[in-house]
């Protein structure tokens, strides 16, 4: 635990750095495109490119991880229709996104997602151990361990002042690029995000705006003329890559 304490402070500045409160952040320009740092699953040769937004410290992304990503990963990743970058990013609380991050670039470079799936599958487990005052870091020495890591190596990692850098760097990153919630998703070079029916007008009347929906560079995305639930589901997740890959086919 000494080692995560002595990390909060770089970590919070990260997680200021990370969180832009204006409500109408936009897509940066060249958000949507793979960079030489971005980690990536699929095939070259995929129709579609989608980058996920996703701190380790974020529950939405565990269930998203651990509940969404298995169909994409078995229906498009392996069967080359899509390629899949993770942008990792932080979120309260800092030193357990800082982390994940640092862990999940500390063993070898193959073993990258699956350090990404244990980190999310066990994050219910770092969470209770640090409210319990346990040892968090002999979880992660066990996560490490699992992915062709070491206890050794991690601390050497967690020690070391350029990855708490690549930290901050990544925070700074995602807040340049416009995003300001996790797990938020580039999909065909536009964000995908959940919003409100009218949002997209600029009103942001919560009071007043329609049901939740997803919506497609700030607008609502219509899938055969009808706009699509707001839902971080199979069924949903599914549908919207279909649909992208229709249009991929159509543009072809």
Known sequence: MSVLRNLVTSFALAAALALPGAAEAQLADGAGELRPTD????????DLLIIEYASFA????????TEIWPMIESEF?????????IRPMVTSP???????????????????F??????????????????DGGDVLGV???????????????LACLQDPA??????????????????????????????????EGEESGTHNHATAGPTIFLH????????????????????????????LDESDSAD
């Open 163 to 196: 990855a708490n850098e690549r930290v901050n760097a990544l925070a700074i990153a995602a807040s340049e690029d416009g995003i300001r919630s996790t797990p938020s998703f580039i999909i065909d070079g536009a964000l995908l995000a959940i919003g409100h």
């Open 58 to 65: 974020c529950p939405h992304c565990a269930s998203f991880q």
């Open 114 to 131: 699956d350090a990404v799936d244990l980190l999310f599958a066990e994050q219910g487990t770092i969470f209770q151990t640090a409210r």
């Open 217 to 244: 560079g700030g607008e609502p995305l219509l899938i055969n003329g009808e706009t699509v639930p707001g839902r971080l589901d199979e069924d949903s997740f599914r549908r919207i890559i279909l649909h992208f």
């Open 77 to 85: 990743v392996e069967t080359g229709l899509v390629r899949y970058s």
């Open 94 to 112: 800092p030193q357990i996104a800082g982390a994940g991050i640092i862990l999940s670039e500390c063993i070898p470079d193959d073993r990258y």
């Open 39 to 46: 980690r990536v699953t699929g095939s070259p040769d995929a």
């Open 140 to 154: 992660y020495n066990r996560i490490a361990a699992a992915t062709g890591g070491s206890a050794e190596g991690l």
